[in-house]
């Protein structure tokens, strides 16, 4: 199956900090989504990317389809950007419809 | 607030025990998931549920037993269960399953519903 790989897997910033994770990925995708998981497990979906970039407020992201690899950019990070962060793909084919695989994550502490 | 709604919040059941968790969206999807996420862990797909038929089983355990009664509601019946099955069961929903060249739908998730097995 398709495999995701997430970096940095922890990450510790200032309050104002920007930071950048990453997603790679070892085969064509139909589908990327990059998840926010806050401290009491609720998982907020921040993009759905399958190719291009987005912003929303303090984030954007970015997907290189052709290289396998998706960004995720947080500007100025605040107290409450702190938890874990994941990056899941879809590959269309055969059973493998509506699968998302996801990524290790990346644990994000944001101290004031 | 999200829009797919779970409960219990919390669950705590014996092993003997027979409980269901349940999960329903208005958004007026017609795909709906069960994934099940262990600490530090990412969440794991168990069932794919397409049109209210089961499209996806990840050789999930008899012991848990989803049921799809229509298309707003995903329910997953649980039976002797054991320790190791004390996670948080996550439910997801989108718009449709689309094969060929049409892109799928995000998935839009519960805020889950936290089981432990004594």
């Known amino acids: 199956g398709i495999q995701v790989e997430q970096s940095p897997p922890d990450l510790i910033l200032q309050e104002g900090a920007n930071s950048t994770l990453r997603c790679n990925f070892s085969d064509s995708v139909n589908n990327l989504q990059w998840f926010h998981q806050n401290p009491w497990g609720q998982l907020i979906n921040l993009f759905y990317?399958?190719?291009g970039t987005k912003q929303n407020g303090r984030l954007s992201a970015t997907t290189v389809a052709t290289e396998r690899y998706s960004l995720l950019y947080i500007s100025s990070s605040q107290t409450t950007d702190s938890g874990v962060y994941f990056c899941a793909v879809e590959r269309y084919g055969g059973t493998s419809y509506g699968k998302l695989t996801f990524g290790q994550g990346t644990i994000l502490t944001v101290h004031p | 607030d999200t829009e797919v709604t779970q409960t219990p919040k919390h669950l705590v059941m014996g092993m003997t025990n027979k409980k269901s968790l349940k999960c329903e969206q208005h958004m007026g999807h017609r795909a709906m998931y069960w994934y099940k996420q262990k600490a530090k862990k990412p969440p794991e797909l168990m069932f794919v549920y397409s049109y209210e038929k089961l499209s996806i089983n990840e050789s999930v355990p008899s012991r848990f037993s989803p049921e799809c009664p229509n298309s707003s509601l995903l329910n997953l019946h649980l039976h002797a269960l054991q320790p190791e099955d004390s996670a948080l069961y996550l439910c997801?929903?989108?718009?449709?399953?689309?094969?060929?060249?049409?892109?799928?739908?995000?998935?839009?998730f519960g805020d889950g519903t936290r089981l432990s097995i004594l």
């Open positions: 997801a929903s989108s718009q449709d399953l689309k094969k060929g060249a049409f892109s799928n739908q995000p998935q839009h």
């Open positions: 990317i399958p190719s």
